[in-house]
C-alpha cells in the first residue's frame, strides 16, 4: 500500500476536496483505495457518502487498536455503487473508508505519547487488499496529524495561492523536518499542491510564483483551479468524475495527473500489483 497524507495546517484552503478529488481519480482508474477521515468534523465521509451503520468508526478503532480490524469497519463510499454501473461486473471498483467521528478529538491533543502516535501505523499494518491509502487530516499539528504522518509514505501538503496560506505551509514544513528526525526518519517525499487557484487573478499569480521560489521542487504540478461547481457537487456527494456536467471535464485531468505524481513514487511493486 502507498499511504498518503493529505495536510494543511491552516484551515478552509480544500484539504478535504483534494483529498476527494484524488479519492474520484482513483476510483476512475480502478485503484483499490482505502480514505482514512482523521479529522474529528468527518467532512470527508460525508462527502464519500459513506456510514459507519453499524461497524467501528476510524476513533474506536484507534482506541481499541490491539483488537480491532480496519477491513472488518471500513464503509463503502456511495460513489462505489454509481462506479459499478458503469463497469463490468466482475470488476467493481473498490473505494472504502475508515468513517470519521468526533471520537478522534481525543487524541488530538499536542502532547500525545510516542507510542499512541503508532496506533494508525498499526492499524495499517494488518491491513491488505488496497493499493493507494489517502488520510485526510486535521488542520492542526496534535496528535491526529502526527499520528497519521507517522504511517504514512507520502506527504501532500494543500496550500491556496493567499499570504496567510503560503506563510502556513512553509511553517508546516518546518514542523515537518523536526518530526521526521524526531519520529520518522524514513518519511518519504513531501509535495505541496496549490488549490483553488484563479488564473485571471493577479494575486494569485504572484502566490504561486512566490510558492515555487520558495518549495522548489516540492511544489508539484497541475495546480486545481477554482470551479463553481465544486462546492454543488460536494453537497450532493458525488465524485467529481461521475458528475453529469462537461464543465468539470479540466478538473477530472487535473485530479487525475496529480494521482499520477503522487503514484509515482509509490514502490514499483505496488504500482504494478
Same mark, same amino acid.
Given at each position: 500500500?502507498?499511504? *498518503?497524507?493529505?495536510?494543511?495546517? $491552516?484551515?478552509? =484552503?480544500?484539504?478535504?476536496? *483534494?483529498?476527494?478529488?484524488?479519492?474520484?481519480?482513483?476510483?476512475?482508474?480502478?485503484?483499490?483505495?482505502?480514505?482514512?477521515?482523521?479529522?474529528?468534523?468527518?467532512?470527508?465521509?460525508?462527502?464519500?457518502?459513506?456510514? %459507519?451503520?453499524? $461497524?467501528?468508526?476510524?476513533?474506536?478503532?484507534?482506541? @481499541? =487498536?490491539?483488537?480491532?480490524?480496519?477491513?472488518? @469497519?471500513?464503509?463503502?463510499?456511495?460513489?462505489?455503487?454509481? %462506479? %459499478?454501473?458503469?463497469?463490468?461486473?466482475?470488476?467493481?471498483? *473498490?473505494?472504502?473508508?475508515? =468513517?470519521?467521528?468526533?471520537?478522534?478529538?481525543?487524541?488530538?491533543?499536542?502532547?500525545?505519547?510516542?507510542?499512541?502516535?503508532?496506533?494508525?501505523?498499526?492499524?495499517?499494518?494488518?491491513?491488505?487488499?488496497?493499493?493507494?491509502?489517502?488520510?485526510?487530516? +486535521?488542520?492542526?499539528?496534535?496528535?491526529?496529524?502526527?499520528?497519521?504522518?507517522?504511517?504514512?509514505?507520502?506527504?501532500?501538503?494543500?496550500?491556496?495561492?493567499?499570504? /496567510?496560506?503560503?506563510?502556513?505551509?512553509?511553517?508546516?514544513?518546518?514542523?515537518?523536518?523536526? /518530526?521526521?528526525?524526531?519520529?520518522? +526518519?524514513?518519511?518519504? +517525499?513531501?509535495? !505541496? !499542491?496549490? @488549490?483553488?487557484?484563479? $488564473?485571471?487573478?493577479?494575486?494569485?499569480?504572484?502566490?504561486?510564483?512566490?510558492?515555487?521560489?520558495?518549495?522548489?521542487?516540492?511544489?508539484?504540478?497541475?495546480?486545481?483551479?477554482?470551479?463553481?461547481?465544486?462546492?454543488?457537487?460536494?453537497?450532493?456527494?458525488?465524485?467529481?468524475?461521475?458528475?453529469?456536467?462537461?464543465?468539470?471535464?479540466?478538473?477530472?485531468?487535473? /485530479?487525475?495527473?496529480?494521482? $499520477? =505524481?503522487?503514484?509515482?513514487?509509490?514502490?514499483?511493486? @505496488?504500482?504494478?500489483?
Amino acid at each position: 500500500m502507498h499511504v *498518503v497524507s493529505i495536510s494543511s495546517l $491552516k484551515g478552509g =484552503v480544500g484539504k478535504t476536496s *483534494v483529498t476527494l478529488g484524488l479519492a474520484s481519480a482513483a476510483l476512475a482508474a480502478g485503484i483499490p483505495t482505502l480514505v482514512i477521515d482523521l479529522d474529528p468534523h468527518a467532512d470527508a465521509s460525508t462527502g464519500l457518502g459513506a456510514r %459507519a451503520n453499524g $461497524k467501528q468508526p476510524i476513533g474506536q478503532m484507534l482506541k @481499541n =487498536v490491539r483488537r480491532a480490524r480496519l477491513q472488518d @469497519n471500513v464503509a463503502a463510499s456511495a460513489w462505489q455503487s454509481k %462506479a %459499478a454501473e458503469k463497469k463490468s461486473r466482475t470488476r467493481i471498483p *473498490v473505494l472504502d473508508v475508515a =468513517v470519521g467521528d468526533a471520537f478522534t478529538g481525543i487524541y488530538d491533543r499536542p502532547d500525545l505519547r510516542t507510542r499512541d502516535l503508532r496506533r494508525l501505523s498499526q492499524l495499517l499494518s494488518r491491513t491488505s487488499g488496497y493499493q493507494l491509502v489517502l488520510i485526510d487530516c +486535521p488542520p492542526s499539528l496534535n496528535g491526529l496529524t502526527r499520528m497519521a504522518w507517522s504511517a504514512s509514505d507520502q506527504l501532500l501538503l494543500v496550500a491556496e495561492p493567499s499570504l /496567510f496560506s503560503v506563510a502556513g505551509t512553509e511553517r508546516t514544513q518546518r514542523a515537518l523536518e523536526l /518530526f521526521r528526525r524526531e519520529f520518522a +526518519p524514513s518519511l518519504g +517525499p513531501v509535495s !505541496v !499542491v496549490a @488549490n483553488r487557484v484563479r $488564473k485571471d487573478s493577479a494575486e494569485h499569480t504572484f502566490r504561486v510564483n512566490e510558492m515555487r521560489q520558495m518549495f522548489g521542487d516540492s511544489m508539484v504540478k497541475p495546480e486545481i483551479p477554482e470551479h463553481p461547481e465544486w462546492q454543488q457537487i460536494q453537497g450532493a456527494a458525488y465524485s467529481v468524475h461521475q458528475w453529469p456536467s462537461k464543465a468539470t471535464a479540466p478538473m477530472l485531468s487535473q /485530479f487525475d495527473a496529480l494521482l $499520477k =505524481v503522487l503514484m509515482s513514487s509509490a514502490p514499483t511493486q @505496488n504500482a504494478q500489483s
